[in-house]
């Protein structure tokens, strides 16, 4: 018995059976919700799996090409080269429901609007391996936004998973075990008390009919001795 | 809401200075302590991605999860100039097992 302090009435006996079917209702709604979110959720994690081994993959090939670059030239040559870019990136930001959860959705927009546009020196200073790696960089980068997007959508979608998880184990293991023991105890309790009402009642008429027995019985006494007398 | 925001990179120079030449923001550290006051003051501001390189995110798994549950900045690991480190592979398997409460993939 959870809770001690709950009175044996009929009302509390409706509030309690109301308790439960909310109860049982949202345990089931909330058992869907978590089905889903855990299919859409593995889908997304897959992804973001194949995804992040491509993009490190992609990535060490590009981090190479710059080692190259720096190879072929001198670092603050690299530097100088880069350290002003010509290209800037904005990103807006979306927000997509998915079963509740809100997702980023990201999208952005290049300042210069061609691709072959982007490197942000001049040619004459520069050696060929530079451009090739920041055009593959620029090829990453795109691939590396989605997986934000996506990695950011799987950590967000974990924790409300989580938290459904757990709002439905409760539900199930704790709140909706308590409410029906509460339930059959006041209903115990209830019956308990008609039956102490039923039998109350039964020796209050054997008392009665003893007494109008006894009356009687006096009565005829009565009559008896002064017929006699 | 659409509003614009940054992304910036945090890492050691040589691993963020090709993301300078795409225009997103670079922040270079040269340790954990530096990265942590970048993504405190970053995530006040309009950022939305910010990509740390794992050499740096290993010390600072504090500061990730912290912004794990937050809409915005999504911090997403990516590899150094010295290789990946399988932090970020392992991250997706650390949120599969918060999700599920088992791996099982």
Redesign the interface.
């Given at each position: 018995m959870a809770n001690v302090t709950i009175s044996p009435t009929r009302q509390e006996l409706t509030r309690l059976k109301g308790k439960l079917r909310t109860a049982r209702r949202g345990h089931k709604l909330l058992k869907d919700k978590r089905d889903e979110l855990m299919k859409q959720f593995l889908d997304i994690m897959k992804e973001a799996k194949a995804l992040r081994n491509e993009v490190e993959k992609d990535l060490e090939t590009v981090y190479g090409s710059f080692t190259v670059a720096s190879a072929l030239m001198s670092s603050e040559a690299i530097e100088q080269a880069l350290i002003y870019p010509k290209q800037s990136v904005e990103l807006t930001m979306k927000f997509k429901n998915v079963m509740s959860v809100n997702v980023p959705q990201y999208d952005f927009h290049t300042k210069t609007q061609s691709d072959s546009d982007i490197y942000p020196y001049g040619f004459a200073a520069t050696s060929g391996e530079l451009d090739t790696a920041v055009d593959a960089l620029g090829k990453v980068f795109l691939k590396m936004l989605k997986l934000a997007q996506i990695e950011k959508a799987g950590q967000l979608m974990a924790e409300e998973i989580e938290k459904t998880r757990r709002r439905v184990n409760a539900l199930e293991y704790v709140m909706i075990p308590n409410t029906e023991e509460s339930i059959r105890y006041i209903t115990m309790k209830l019956d308990e008390n008609e039956r102490s009402a039923t039998t109350r009642l039964m020796k209050v008429k054997d008392m009665i009919l003893n007494q109008a027995i006894q009356e009687r019985r006096e009565r005829d006494e009565r009559a008896l001795a002064a017929r006699e007398g | 809401?659409?509003?614009?925001?940054?992304?910036a990179v945090i890492g050691d120079w040589?691993?963020v200075?090709?993301?300078?030449?795409?225009?997103?923001d670079t922040y270079p550290a040269a340790n954990p302590e530096e990265a942590r006051g970048i993504i405190d003051r970053l995530a006040k501001e309009d950022c939305?991605?910010i990509?740390l390189t794992e050499q740096l995110a290993v010390n600072l798994s504090d500061v990730i999860d912290k912004y794990?549950?937050e809409?915005?900045p999504?911090i997403?690991l990516?590899?150094g100039?010295d290789?990946?480190m399988g932090i970020?592979?392992s991250d997706?398997q650390r949120?599969?097992e918060?999700?599920?409460?088992a791996d099982?993939?």
């Open positions: - | 809401m659409a509003n614009t925001f940054s992304i040589d691993s200075m090709g993301f300078k030449a795409l225009g997103l939305a991605v990509y794990k549950d809409l915005k999504a997403i990516i590899p100039k290789g990946s970020g592979k997706i949120s599969i918060r999700a599920v409460g099982i993939l």
